[in-house]
């Protein structure tokens, strides 16, 4: 992320993948004991050449296509657009979600077939089948359905240009058309369809544990410390975050005395070389850590991802 999303808060669907996320954390509690699968907690010192792998999840909703795309009308398409970061990572997974509305037949199963829009040579559109599933049902309530997206979305991620939407038919086991919602009223606009994406990104992992003080704000220490500090995103009026609403940052400050916290060598040397004439170390973060956060991207994409460089877990001095 090189800057905050222009975007204003939208209402915060109620889907099902996004329902999981927000479980996977306490709301506003990102900080646990025991962070979920992905997460960071504190602890760990990351070495620049050292990585490994971590999931991110993106929740892209469905919207019309662009008219410089020329799709016909009758088609109905959706269209999932995709941020440049997100488009740099690997696909692990990918499902597409349909909100399927209730119905009076009283089939017990419908199928489920996912088109994608195709270019031919000279350039004409037409439709091309991706999947087709059976999905067994009670029609009298609506429900979501998922459908196996990760390969029609890894080929988008590495080509983007041939992402022109895609189509979805559905029918009951009569050949009747079964409803679903791709452009539902305002009041019902959760119930789009969106694609729910789990990415890899790399970041660092290996730890070295060391030493520094931990300090409270009624503290009479003098010495290089760590105290505590609370960020609210909610005062700054960053609405585009979901979650975390608040973190603990942390800072530092204090003074650093000969050989107290240092990490480099070359500080206690230059100390012994100029005691009168260098300015001295100073108190700044020794380790900082990432934290996850779930956020809208300027798509209106629902993120959730690490954030490196967020909280610091140790001070030293340089």
Same mark, same amino acid.
């Given at each position: 992320?090189?800057?905050?999303?222009?975007?204003?808060?939208?209402?915060?669907?109620?889907v099902?993948?996004?329902?999981?996320l927000?479980d996977?954390?306490?709301?506003?509690?990102?900080q646990?004991?025991?962070?979920?699968?992905g997460?960071f907690?504190?602890?760990?010192?990351?070495?620049e050449?050292?990585y490994h792998?971590?999931?991110?999840?993106?929740?892209?909703?469905g919207q019309?296509a662009?008219?410089?795309?020329g799709l016909?009308?009758?088609?109905?398409?959706?269209?999932?657009?995709?941020?440049e970061?997100?488009l740099?990572?690997?696909?692990?997974?990918a499902?597409l979600?349909l909100?399927?509305?209730?119905?009076?037949t009283?089939s017990?199963a419908?199928?489920?077939?996912?088109y994608?829009?195709? +270019?031919?040579p000279?350039g004409?559109l037409?439709?091309?089948?991706v999947r087709a599933?059976e999905e067994?049902?009670h029609l009298?309530?609506?429900?979501w359905?998922?459908?196996?997206?990760?390969k029609?979305v890894?080929?988008?991620?590495?080509?983007p240009e041939?992402?022109?939407?895609?189509?979805?038919?559905?029918?009951d086991?009569?050949?009747?058309r079964i409803?679903?919602?791709t452009d539902p009223?305002?009041?019902q606009?959760?119930?789009?369809?969106?694609?729910a994406?789990?990415?890899?990104?790399?970041?660092?992992?290996?730890?070295?544990r060391?030493?520094?003080l931990?300090c409270?704000?009624?503290?009479?220490e003098?010495r290089c410390?760590?105290?505590?500090?609370t960020?609210?995103f909610?005062?700054?009026?960053?609405?585009?975050?979901?979650a975390?609403?608040?973190?603990?940052?942390n800072?530092?400050?204090?003074?650093c005395?000969?050989?107290?916290?240092?990490?480099?060598?070359?500080?206690?040397?230059?100390q012994?070389?100029?005691?009168?004439g260098s300015?001295?170390p100073?108190?700044?973060?020794?380790?900082?850590?990432?934290i996850?956060m779930?956020y809208?991207?300027d798509?209106y994409?629902?993120?959730?991802?690490?954030?490196?460089g967020?909280i610091?877990d +140790?001070?030293?001095?340089?």
């Amino acid at each position: 992320m090189k800057r905050a999303p222009n975007v204003t808060r939208a209402a915060l669907p109620h889907v099902p993948p996004l329902h999981r996320l927000l479980d996977r954390y306490d709301v506003g509690m990102m900080q646990a004991d025991a962070p979920a699968q992905g997460t960071f907690g504190a602890g760990a010192e990351f070495d620049e050449d050292d990585y490994h792998v971590a999931a991110e999840n993106v929740i892209s909703f469905g919207q019309e296509a662009p008219s410089e795309l020329g799709l016909l009308p009758e088609w109905k398409a959706q269209y999932f657009r995709f941020s440049e970061s997100v488009l740099n990572h690997r696909v692990s997974k990918a499902h597409l979600w349909l909100y399927v509305t209730p119905n009076v037949t009283h089939s017990s199963a419908i199928w489920v077939t996912l088109y994608k829009v195709a +270019r031919g040579p000279l350039g004409e559109l037409h439709l091309h089948k991706v999947r087709a599933k059976e999905e067994k049902v009670h029609l009298r309530q609506g429900f979501w359905v998922q459908v196996d997206a990760q390969k029609l979305v890894s080929r988008w991620f590495r080509r983007p240009e041939e992402n022109l939407g895609i189509v979805v038919h559905a029918y009951d086991q009569d050949g009747r058309r079964i409803h679903i919602t791709t452009d539902p009223p305002p009041q019902q606009d959760a119930l789009r369809p969106f694609i729910a994406v789990v990415v890899e990104a790399h970041t660092r992992s290996r730890a070295r544990r060391t030493v520094g003080l931990d300090c409270q704000e009624n503290s009479n220490e003098e010495r290089c410390c760590r105290y505590p500090l609370t960020v609210d995103f909610e005062q700054f009026g960053w609405d585009w975050i979901i979650a975390p609403k608040r973190y603990e940052a942390n800072y530092c400050s204090g003074e650093c005395p000969y050989v107290f916290l240092q990490k480099y060598p070359h500080t206690h040397l230059v100390q012994q070389v100029n005691l009168s004439g260098s300015a001295g170390p100073c108190c700044a973060a020794r380790k900082i850590s990432p934290i996850s956060m779930l956020y809208f991207d300027d798509n209106y994409n629902i993120i959730y991802g690490v954030l490196p460089g967020m909280i610091v877990d +140790r001070c030293g001095c340089y």
